[in-house]
Structures are given as structure tokens and as C-alpha cells.
């Protein structure tokens, strides 16, 4: 006998949810009754196992589907991934930290299912929802949501919601277009759609988390700062280069900090600017390590040999700098312009190199 296929695929990406897993399927099993419906954890190869938790749970119920990803990290690529590894022609994106209020998936479906919609959000923010964060993080969400939508023109009432259903003839003509290594892929769907989807917002109570920790961190704060700027470029700088180019920022009042100590303590002015390098180089090297290239991570041996090829990446990418300014200003003798030229130029040196030789992100 032929099993029935699925009419909804429910992707929910995962790290270190090895608690929630079989909680999320008990409440999907409950409010998706007449639903022919199936999940689909998404684990980017969670040191707590909970690939082992699906897997166990897989081999009594075909409904729960596990996809490993090794060697992979990021919420928006491992959703990607998800969605396009379904059959189903619908298919939900929520979190495992069981804040998402599954009870409101069946009027997601049927909207979608009528035809009627092309992508529903479940919204925090719309008239009926609710948000059970705490003061900071709602203040930190609130104002993301603000900056979305006064940068983006984006008129959702929670741009930055990760709960959402999709048509899939609708999302896979957009999926070569999304950032992987983004944080919320809804904003970005909406953003590369351009107008072109029927969109309605579900009210629902976000609830507090039972297990686990909550994924805000710096480097998912830098990811939706680098997925506004590059939409708002139309997509001509990748959230990658953008992460790599404010470290870069960060690594020059480092350079400025260094030298200017250095200076104090009486070193010449040689010796303390090659000191104020050799640290700021160390210091970009680290931060890219923990926050641009995360999902890349070196560490052990691999970590002292990234250092080296980094510095030594970065001293090519400063000749490089140099030498387009020094030609610039020659031609224009204009001291910024030739300055920032430099500056793009070394950058995008140092970018293209890093992640060829140094982190090999392909």
C-alpha cells in the first residue's frame, strides 16, 4: 500500500533542540489532525544529538524526517534546504524552541490551500498577537522591525518573523536568489519576490522557551544588518563581505588604539605602526573567525595556519591598497578619493583571498 504524500512539509531548522524534538512532534501530531502532514528537523550537526533524537523518532513515525548538515551553519541556508528537500506543494518554517504557536498551522494551511494567499506570516506584531520576550529582546526586535521596514518599504507587521507558510511553486523560483547565510529568510523572500506574492498576516501568541538557548548573538545581529545592506544594494554585496568589511572597520580603531599606545610607551613611530598591524591583523583574523565565517570555523592547528595565511593575505591586500592610492592620487590629486579607492581595493582583496585560501568557502 502506497503512503499517502504529504500536503505539508513543517521544516524546522535546529542546533542544540534535542530537548524539544519530540515535544514539537507531539503538538504537530495534535492540532494537524486531517492533514496529511510531515516534519522536517533540519540539524546543523548539533553537539547534544538531536540528529540521534529525530533519527529515533524517525524509525516510529515515517512522518519525521531528519536532514544532518555537516560542515554547514545558519538558519537561512539550512530553511533553504529544508524547504527544497519537501514534496509537499505547502510548506511551514518554524523554530523548535516551542514559541511558535503550532495551534494556528491548520488556518495557515486552509488559506493557503484556497488559493487565496501565496505566503501566510505568523505575525507578534498584527491585531490578536502577542510577544512573550523579554523588555530587551522586544525592544531589540521591535526596533529591527522598525529598520526593516522604513529601509526595505517592506509593510509587514513582522518582517522578522521566523513563522511562516509557503506555496512552493512560489518559493522555489526565488530559492536561487536568498542568501544561505542569512538569519531571516522571511525578509529576504519578501524583498526578492518583489511585490509578487498575495501575503496575509496570522496573529498568534509567541510563547516562551522550554529548553535550550535563545540563537541571539552577535554574529545573528550582524547577519540582519548585513542582509538590509545588501538588499538595499540590490544584492550587489553579499552579507559575507559585508560582515568581513565592518570587522575590517573595527580592526582600524584597533590599528589606531595599538599605535597610539605604542607611541606612548616609547616606541618609534616604525616599530609601533608595525606593532598597531601585526595586532589589528590578529584581531580581524579572530572576530572573522567567530562571527563572518562562522559556519567555517578553524580551530587547533588549523587556527595558527588561517593566522598566518591571513596576515599574510592581508599584507598583500595593504601593497594592494598602497599602490591603487598612490596611482589615484598621482592622476587626482584629490587625498580621499585616492584614500578610499585604497580601501575598497584592499578590502575586496582581502575578502576574495580570505575566504579562497584561508577559510575555502565555497
Not at 591598497?321 to 592620487?329: F, Q
Request: hydrophobic content about 45%; overall charge positive; some cysteine.
Amino acid at each position: 500500500m502506497r503512503a499517502v504524500p504529504a500536503a505539508l512539509s513543517v521544516v524546522v531548522p535546529t542546533f542544540k533542540e534535542k530537548d524539544n524534538v519530540a515535544l514539537l512532534v507531539q503538538k504537530l501530531d495534535l492540532v494537524l489532525s486531517g492533514i496529511a502532514w510531515e516534519v522536517i528537523f533540519v540539524d546543523d550537526d548539533s553537539p547534544d544529538g538531536t540528529s540521534g533524537e529525530v533519527k529515533a523518532l524517525a524509525r516510529e513515525d515515517s512522518r519525521v524526517r531528519c536532514l544532518k548538515r555537516i560542515g554547514r551553519r545558519g538558519l537561512a541556508g539550512a530553511c533553504i534546504e529544508g524547504i527544497l528537500s519537501s514534496s509537499a506543494p505547502f510548506v511551514a518554517v518554524m523554530d523548535c524552541d516551542l514559541q511558535h504557536d503550532e495551534s494556528i498551522l491548520p488556518r495557515m494551511f486552509a488559506l493557503l490551500e484556497e488559493g487565496r494567499v501565496d505566503l501566510v506570516v505568523g505575525s507578534r506584531y498584527a491585531a490578536g498577537g502577542n510577544s512573550a520576550l523579554s523588555k530587551r529582546r522586544d525592544a531589540i526586535s521591535r526596533s529591527a522591525t522598525s529598520l526593516a521596514r522604513q529601509l526595505t518599504g517592506v509593510s509587514l507587521s513582522d518582517p522578522m518573523s521566523g513563522f511562516f507558510m509557503i506555496r512552493r511553486d512560489c518559493f522555489d523560483p526565488l530559492a536561487p536568489s536568498l542568501a544561505t547565510d542569512g538569519f531571516k529568510i522571511l525578509l529576504d523572500i519578501v524583498l526578492t519576490a518583489r511585490g509578487s506574492l498575495r501575503i496575509h498576516e496570522e496573529p498568534y501568541r509567541f510563547g516562551t522557551r522550554q529548553h535550550g538557548e535563545s540563537k541571539l548573538d552577535a554574529r545573528v545581529i550582524l547577519d540582519f544588518f548585513g542582509l538590509l545592506l545588501a538588499k538595499v544594494t540590490g544584492n550587489a554585496l553579499s552579507t559575507r563581505f559585508l560582515s568581513f568589511s565592518l570587522v575590517g572597520g573595527l580592526g582600524l580603531f584597533v590599528h589606531l588604539a595599538v599605535l597610539r599606545l605604542s607611541l606612548s610607551a616609547g616606541l618609534s613611530f616604525p616599530s609601533a605602526q608595525t606593532t598597531a598591524v601585526l595586532v589589528a591583523m590578529c584581531s580581524n583574523f579572530f572576530i572573522n573567525n567567530q562571527l563572518t565565517y562562522r559556519d567555517k570555523r578553524l580551530s587547533g592547528f588549523g587556527l595558527l595556519r588561517g593566522l598566518a595565511g591571513f596576515c599574510a593575505v592581508s599584507s598583500v591586500g595593504a601593497v594592494a591598497n598602497i599602490g591603487m592610492a598612490t596611482w589615484l592620487y598621482a592622476q587626482q590629486p584629490t587625498w580621499w578619493l585616492a584614500g578610499a579607492a585604497g580601501a575598497i581595493m584592499g578590502a575586496f582583496w582581502n575578502y576574495s583571498l580570505s575566504t579562497l585560501l584561508v577559510w575555502r568557502v565555497k
